[in-house]
């Protein structure tokens, strides 16, 4: 079945430092990829989003690229913040998925320390 | 506000009784969501409903009922609870909509089962 595989956490960094979390996927076809964040006390939010490959989501200084090849969606920022201090996770959707299903990857608990 | 509610936002009962968990969204979305969110485990999703009067059953079901008479209204029932139910449950929503939309998610219940 689909899969994604996240770095496992905690990763932790000093304000301004650049950010790599790395995330793969097995997938049979070409999936839409997602990168959500999920801050302290709350629910997830679409962070990030790229359907096609080669495809670059940005969003709030946090890049992703679609790369087909080797099957990757690493997120990267690159002057990080203490705001920034979250848990991030990288998902997956088939094209015409049924029940317009998600899978997740573990998730990976980023602390900025200032 | 428009958005996703989920109630109550903390509950703490003993094994053995029914306890039921809300969810509301205001947006009409067709689809929508339970997921259970563990330590080591990330998301998992328990049931889901593509429209009022159909659901479907996730990764892992066992002990859980859901119900969708509305389709603003998605309440998830643990109908005689373990200790292994203690998680943080996440309801989400989905528009009917096959080209790739996010899934939209409440703030979450902390469920803890003595």
Not at chain 1, 43 to 49: D, I, N, P, R, S
Not at chain 2, 6 to 33: A, D, N
Not at chain 2, 47 to 55: E, F, K, R
Not at chain 2, 71 to 85: K, V
Request: glycine share 8%.
């Amino acid at each position: 079945g689909d899969s994604v595989t996240q770095m496992e956490g905690p990763v932790t960094l000093s304000e301004e430092a650049f950010l790599t979390i790395n995330c793969t996927y097995t997938a049979t076809g070409y999936p839409s990829l997602f990168w959500y964040v999920q801050y302290p006390g709350e629910g997830l939010q679409l962070l990030l989003k790229a359907t096609k490959a080669d495809d670059k989501g940005s969003n709030k200084g946090f890049e992703a690229t679609y790369r087909k090849e080797t099957t990757s969606f690493h997120l990267e920022k690159g002057s990080v913040q203490v705001s920034d201090s979250a848990v991030y996770f990288c998902a997956l959707k088939m094209i015409k998925a049924a029940g317009n299903k998600l899978t997740f990857g573990g998730g990976t608990r980023v602390l900025v320390k200032p | 506000d428009a958005g996703i509610t989920q109630s109550p936002r903390y509950k703490i009962t003993e094994t053995g009784r029914q306890v039921t968990l809300m969810c509301h969204q205001t947006w009409s979305h067709s689809y929508m969501f339970w997921y259970r969110q563990d330590l080591g485990h990330g998301l998992r999703l328990i049931y889901y409903s593509a429209a009022a009067d159909i659901t479907d059953k996730g990764e892992v079901p066992d002990g859980y009922v859901v119900s969708r008479s509305k389709t603003e209204n998605f309440p998830l029932t643990l109908e005689s609870a373990t200790r292994s139910q203690t998680s943080v449950y996440f309801c989400a929503s989905n528009p009917r909509d096959f080209n790739n939309q996010p899934q939209h998610f409440g703030d979450g219940t902390r469920l803890s089962i003595l």
